[in-house]
């Protein structure tokens, strides 16, 4: 069977491939790993250069909801990666320079999955990254 790509994935849910959705996936084919939406923005603008930076935003941000575009949260501008169902995985961030590496684990257990079912409520999604300090950036502190 082969992979479902981010384009069999938004057809799959039943939302129209538009060329504005096509382009901002296949950007990511082209930026540097996690590029910010402002990267994203200038791949596309290659293709459609009448873009702008809300329509990048309003587009990355259904394909978040949509699964298909994991965001990672960082203080000096969010970053995003084409999300990967068959591999859920969480992120390591560097507070100094930014530096974002993915992590093979998964700190959510049943116990709040238990803890939210007392108060009613089903859990069907989480966030979580590990905010620190990188290799280069430990070193670097060291050196001062
Ligand atoms: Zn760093
Ligand atoms: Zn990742
Ligand atoms: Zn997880």
């Known amino acids: 069977m082969t992979k479902e ?7 799959a849910k039943g939302y129209k491939i538009t060329p504005q959705r096509r382009a901002v996936l296949q950007a990511f ?14 791949e596309v603008r290659k293709q459609q250069p009448d873009v702008s930076l809300d329509t990048i935003y309003r587009n990355l941000s259904l394909l978040t ?14 970053v995003y990666e084409l999300a990967d169902a068959t591999h859920h995985h969480h992120h390591l961030v560097c ?3 930014g530096h974002t590496e993915c992590i093979d684990v998964c700190p959510m257990t049943d ?4 803890e939210a079912a ?9 966030i979580f990254e590990f ?14």
Do not use: M, W
């Open 95 to 97: 507070t100094e320079c």
């Open 118 to 126: 007392k108060k009613g409520f089903a859990i069907t999604g989480h």
């Open 5 to 11: 790509t981010p384009l069999d994935l938004l057809r």
């Open 65 to 78: 909801e949509l699964d298909i575009v994991h965001e990672i949260f960082r203080s000096s501008g969010n």
């Open 111 to 114: 116990a709040y999955e238990q």
């Open 29 to 42: 084919a082209s930026c540097p790993p996690f590029p910010t939406a402002q990267q994203l923005c200038e």
């Open 131 to 144: 905010y620190g300090l990188c290799q280069k950036c430990q070193q670097k502190l060291h050196k001062k």
